[in-house]
């Protein structure tokens, strides 16, 4: 995405500015949706209701879940089309896609974790870790706009759909609801500000700027291709243990 | 010695006892001039003509006038200038002024001082100064001449009060309504009151008091006489003051039920248990509410508690309660329904015998209106936030004309529904209720599309949340092994 941007000998341009806002967006939003969402779901638990009651009442809590609802829908429908266009105009290339070697690192990393391999796995711009939350989210999120419509306005959309679709869209709704959240509050929130590698924030998202000893640990066939070097010299310069396990896949994103 | 004074005490004592009859009753000699009157009067079917063409009969019952406390007085001594001799022609315009007359007879012994002595005849002698006569023979019979007890010896207050109030006698209100004040003492066993004495209810009243009321109209009287049930009922008396009753009575409505109009006055029947009971108190609101009757009676529950003798099914004061009656028309009272119509409904006891489910209260309130409808009462008691109508029970199945679903024809249980619907959701069609899974729990069975989403997600998100937690551990503790 952002073009390479050498701020002295370690920072990388990472994320543009317009990623960064996207991301902001998604926080607010996010936010907003789960607190008003899970109390919903949860409407048995007392704190849920303190909290409906604190909003002042639950049409409060519904209409600002709707409003908070739009803005996602609005961002992710943007997301979408800018990286299909973006995809298309051969701007950059796809480096969210799901590959075979995704699999393998993923095996490769719990390997790594049991001592059975080296080094955890030489992974491109977007790990496969970072990839299954991309996704999850990325095809939850649009279950959760679809779901989320037919439970808005559910006589609108029993004019073509059975009616049994309404407690369908709800079941769906709320358990991919509740499994979005989980990605984002244990997956998520652990990689970015709790684990040891992270703490106490990677900031990366929120300035743009990475690192190039994370580039080179974490993302080393994008660094490689950033550098116009192979993966195997770029580690064996900067990552004296570290050898390559496979072959560089196709170039990452410019 | 001891022992022979008891048995002389106790002769004494039976012959005090023997001998007071005599004493009250009298045993002289009936005069020669009465006999002689007797020999006609004594005889039934002559009488006497008035000017208006009315009659009195001029018989006299000489058992009871041998008996009687005047026995030993000769006729001539009331009827003056009558004797064995004379039998001079009178003529009086109406029986009224017949018995005025005869009455001034016996204020000719009786004097105003001695009668007074009595607090009832004191209230008759007031009324006299308001210009309205009283008429001894209305409560003493003429010949018999006896107290109004019959001469016979007053045991108790009750029976004191009954001795005039057996009689039909009324009194007459402000705007000219009677009230009768003829009391039918009830014999039956059922009495719940059997054990009170006339005052408890009545206070003020006794064989010394009698003071004298005057009411704008029967109604008020009823209202007042309502009050006096507090005096022993009083946790039922404050829970009326709570009812939609009490408040229609309250704004000026005097047609508002009041304890009487239920329970009755002098014959107030225990609570009757069992099936009987429950059809008598339906009858109590029948007498105001006959249209809800009707409606109810046609209801899958009155059909059943009618017809089919159940004991099961609700009666009206099982959802209105029978003292505290709420306003049903009330956003409180719209609340409660679920739980009211669950008592029953969720109770595996009373449904499960004709193949209900009783998961349909839970099943309610888990899902979308359930759930909306309970934090509106949160929100009205702790936000005092105005709630808006949200569908209950009866919103949909009805309340007093609930039919049985299993018994129609789902066609037309389904068109009911959208009409059901649309008074909320305006642009519902048919498909619509078929998003209400007829209280159904989700399962392989009934609606399985729903219950498979749920299953998958049941499994799923505990395997990743537990797959995400095993990844971190490990990373923390390859992290700490690297170091």
Redesign the interface.
Known sequence: MGAPMETGKKKMRRFSGYRILEHWGIILSTVVLFATGLCQRFWYVDSAQWFILKMSGIDNVRLIHRCAGVLFSFELILHIAIAVGGIARGRWGPSMFIKKGDLQDAVHNIRYYFGLEEHLARCDRYDYMEKFEYWTILVGGVLMMGTGAVLWLPTFFTRVLPGESIPAAKALHSNEALLIFLINAIWHIYNAIFSPEAFPLDTTIFTGDISRERMLREHPIELAAIEGVEVEELLGNGHKEAAAVKPRPEPGVP | MKQGMKLILGLAVLLMAAASPAVHAGDAELSAESLKCLQCHGKKGSFFKLANGDSIPTYVNPAKYKVSVHNALACSRCHTDFSADAHPARRFATRDQYRMRASAVCRGCHAAEQIKAKPIHANLLLREKEGISSICTDCHDAHSGNPVAGGKIIKSEKQYCMSCHQHEMSMTCRNNEKIPLTVEMSTAEDNAHDKLRCSDCHYGFSSEEHPKRNFRSRRDYTITASESCRRCHFDKYTKTLDSVHYTVLSQGNLSAPVCNDCHGSHVIHHITRGVKGRTITTQKCRKCHPGVYEVYAKSVHGNALFNEQNQDVPVCIDCHTAHNIDNPLTLEYHEKIPQMCGNCHANPAIVSKYGLSTGVLNAYLSD?HG??L???R??RE??Y?PA?PIAVCTDCHGTHNITGAASSDPVVVKANLVKRCQKC?????E???????SHYK?SLSK?P??FL??TA??I??PL??LG??L??F??????A?NR
Do not use: E
């Open positions: 979308f759930v909306t309970g934090l509106y949160k929100q702790q936000l936030k808006r959701h305006k642009d519902a069609n498909n619509f209720p078929d998003a209400w899974l989700p609606y599309m729903i989403v749920n997600y049941r799923f998100i990743m949340g995400f937690v990844q971190i490990l990373h923390i503790w390859r992290y092994v």
